[in-house]
């Protein structure tokens, strides 16, 4: 069993809706969680970050963490086509670069 | 701020060479990592280097190797290639001390033919 999990997908919504991308993962030692985005032929971008359970929001994108749960979930408002990519979810349980990351969800916005 | 470099953009190799992979992080950063992406593994951790220092190791063969240069550059190195070796390698730099965000180059993308 890998150590975090994720739908790749493909998921494809239209312009403007709510998008859910989830991921799960095992090791409870987790405290670290980012989500990232990759556009096709380019580097990981870093979206958020959040330390241990909660929400973090920024502008149109809102990350949750529930521990207890084992699972994290990022919320894309008002999606746009911009917005179409892979997203990764990732984790660490200390501090440093050391991160497990999900396989990737391939998201299409269709305008 | 100049971001994360990494170079060159592309290589391809053949079965049994040895490569050698560079990463420049941003101004100030410390810490560089290196990470192999394939489709069907994603993202996987290979090594950290810190101020010189191999701080964590992934599970990679022996054959994947790296080292970091007093400025903070890094290279990394997979010697006696295999085809199983072509992937995206990315370069995560952070400036090292506590939890922060790790920041990607555009990776450099092997091919072993």
């Known amino acids: 069993q890998k150590e975090v999990e994720q739908d790749p997908g493909p998921l494809s919504v239209p312009e403007g809706a709510i998008v859910s991308l989830n991921c799960t993962y095992s090791?409870?030692?987790?405290?670290?969680f980012m989500w990232y985005r990759q556009y096709s032929r380019k580097g990981p971008e870093l979206l958020m970050y959040?330390?241990?359970?909660g929400n973090k929001e920024d502008g149109r994108f809102t990350a949750q963490v529930d521990k207890s749960s084992k699972y994290i979930s990022l919320f894309i408002r008002d999606s746009q086509p911009s917005d179409s990519a892979t997203y990764l979810c990732?984790?660490?349980?200390?501090?440093?670069?050391?991160?497990?990351f999900g396989t990737g969800t391939s998201l299409t916005v269709i305008p | 701020k100049a971001g994360v470099t990494q170079t060159p953009r592309y290589l391809i190799k053949t079965r049994g060479q040895q490569v050698t992979l560079s990463c420049s992080p941003i101004?100030?950063?410390?810490?560089v990592s290196w990470y192999q992406q394939t489709p069907g593994q994603g993202l996987q951790f290979l090594f950290e280097?810190?101020?010189?220092?191999?701080?964590n190791k992934g599970n990679f063969p022996g054959r994947f190797s790296g080292r970091q240069f007093s400025n903070s550059r890094s290279e990394m190195n997979v010697s006696t290639l295999e085809l199983g070796d072509s992937a995206l390698y990315l370069c995560?730099?952070?400036?090292?001390?506590?939890?922060?965000?790790?920041?990607f180059g555009q990776g450099t993308r092997l091919t072993v033919v």
């Open positions: 995560a730099s952070s400036p090292g001390q506590g939890f922060t965000e790790a920041f």
């Open positions: 090791n409870s030692a987790f405290q670290y």
């Open positions: 959040t330390y241990s359970s």
């Open positions: 990732a984790m660490s349980v200390v501090p440093g670069n050391q991160f497990y």
């Open positions: 101004s100030g950063h410390r810490s």
């Open positions: 280097y810190f101020s010189e220092t191999q701080r």
